[in-house]
């Protein structure tokens, strides 16, 4: 009986040890979320949305050249 007892005990010291960490996990994160200041995402350079406009344009000549045979 003795035996159990101190493994009852040591089960409810780890529980209670889990419990406590996820609870200071949990006000931890909090912290966090409150912060003001929201990082915006960078938007893309000139150079990228240049190259974005050239492949547009390549792939517009490519479909003009693969059906203008359709007709």
Not at 34 to 43: A, D, G, H, Q, T
Request: hydrophobic share 45%; glycine share 8%; proline share 4%.
């Amino acid at each position: 009986m003795l035996k159990t007892g101190k493994k009852v005990a040591a089960a409810l010291a780890a529980v209670q040890l889990y419990l406590q960490q996820e609870q200071e996990a949990a006000s931890f994160s909090e912290v966090e979320t409150v912060s003001p200041v929201k990082i915006m995402p960078n938007e893309p350079g000139q150079w990228a949305q240049s190259g974005r406009v050239e492949m547009m344009g390549g792939r517009r000549l490519v479909q003009l050249r693969a059906f203008s045979n359709a007709r």
